[in-house]
């Protein structure tokens, strides 16, 4: 993929800074209705109009795994492009329900960057990803460990 440039080096990540995101996404009915069958998530507020609303929020709910799944592709770019590897995804928290036809927008906070001292082509970068839909409300938040390298540690 000559040309195209993903993600950072471990050094062009700073401890404090806030990434804004490009990338956004709209859930339409079909990224629902697939994301559950292929995770055999059969929930009847994920994929029954009818339960959904009888239910508390009245209408089909966006499955919550497509969502985190959804915002952390939303940060490769930007995050892991250039991981070696994703390390531990945690703290996890469903702020708000997420709608179908919602938007998903995101920013980044890096928490630390530490060079590893066994390897030095390398390093761990700590972040936390806040999502936000389309009127600004926060309804998903996570963080996660990733291995960057370096510049010149990339193989």
Excluded: C, W
């Excluded at 950072?8 to 956004?24: K, M, N, Q």
């Excluded at 795994?65 to 994703?86: E, F, R, Y």
């Amino acid at each position: 993929m000559s040309g195209f440039a993903l993600g950072r080096y471990l050094e062009d990540f700073t401890e404090g800074e806030v990434i804004e995101h490009a990338l956004s996404k709209t859930i339409f009915e079909s990224d629902n209705n697939l994301f559950s069958l292929l995770t055999m998530n059969h929930h009847p507020l994920h994929t029954n109009a009818d339960f959904a609303a009888r239910s508390q929020h009245g209408r089909v709910l966006v499955v919550g795994t497509l969502v985190l799944s959804l915002v952390v592709g939303m940060t490769v770019p930007d995050i892991s492009g250039k991981a070696i590897a994703n390390l531990e995804y945690e703290k996890i928290v469903h702020l708000a329900p997420v709608f179908v036809n919602d938007t998903l927008y995101a920013h980044t906070k890096v928490l630390s960057v530490t060079r590893s001292a066994k390897k030095p082509d390398r390093g761990v970068v700590y972040v936390e990803t806040t999502a936000f839909n389309q009127d600004k409300i926060p309804v998903l938040s996570l963080r996660r460990k990733v291995l960057i390298p370096t510049r010149g540690g990339e193989k």
